[in-house]
Nanobody
């Protein structure tokens, strides 16, 4: 069973940067779509960015395009989310998810019922 752990969250001032990491184990399939989602109290999880472990193709939500960059290090089984120019509205718990049965666009826009989720990491953007 796939297990994921997020790290790198914290408190940052508006305009600042953070890099989140998602490290996984227990992968049994050859390829996965890996996604970063975020959730605030009272709202559902929102797909932020997704990356394919097959070819590194990426997908970004409009709200983060030009500010966030997703990347992968296959040797370390780790996916990163570099977040720049952070805004108060980026405050949320950030989760990563791995799914071997869907494309990155479907994962990011529609979510998943079959994916494996990490426990999340809190990102707070505040002065």
């Amino acid at each position: 069973q796939v297990q994921l752990v997020e790290s790198g969250g914290g408190l940052v001032q508006p305009g600042g940067s953070l890099r989140l990491s998602c490290t996984g184990s227990g992968f049994t399939q050859n390829y996965y779509s890996i996604g970063w989602f975020r959730q605030t109290p009272g709202k559902g999880r929102e797909g932020v960015s997704c990356i394919s472990s097959y070819d590194g193709s990426t997908y970004y939500a409009d709200s983060v395009k030009g500010r966030f960059t997703v990347s992968r290090d296959s040797a370390k089984n780790t996916v990163y989310l570099q977040m720049n120019d952070l805004k108060a509205e980026d405050t949320a718990v950030y989760y990563c998810v791995a799914d071997s049965f869907t494309t990155i666009q479907t994962l990011c826009t529609m979510g998943t019922f079959s994916g494996s989720w990490g426990p999340g990491t809190q990102v707070t953007v505040s002065s």
